[in-house]
């Protein structure tokens, strides 16, 4: 990929200077598709949270004082109720 050109700051100043509009706001927006893509589901809790804190050395030494914590949390009773609706 080829690098981008240098801009000197004439180029930056005047790019600052441009007012802003919707049409330049737009492509940097953030949407519902895009969060949704980035939300954390309890299959993504299972498959990436889960086995990276079992992973880890001071989890295993640890557990019994972090898992009330985690128990309590809002996201682990959603995981929970849908784990158990089936």
Do not use: Y
Not at 45 to 52: E, F, K, M, Q, R
Not at 61 to 69: D, G, T
Request: charged share 25%; aromatic share 2%; with cysteine.
């Amino acid at each position: 990929m080829p690098r981008a050109k240098r801009l000197t700051i004439e180029e930056r100043v005047s790019r600052l200077e441009r007012p802003i509009t919707a049409s330049r706001i737009a492509p940097r927006a953030i949407t519902a598709t895009k969060l949704a893509r980035n939300a954390v589901t309890p299959g993504k809790l299972s498959s990436d949270v889960i086995p990276a804190l079992i992973a880890d050395p001071s989890f295993n030494r640890s557990i019994a004082s972090v898992l009330p914590e985690v128990l309590a949390t809002p996201a682990f009773d959603r995981v929970v109720r849908q784990c158990c609706r089936k």
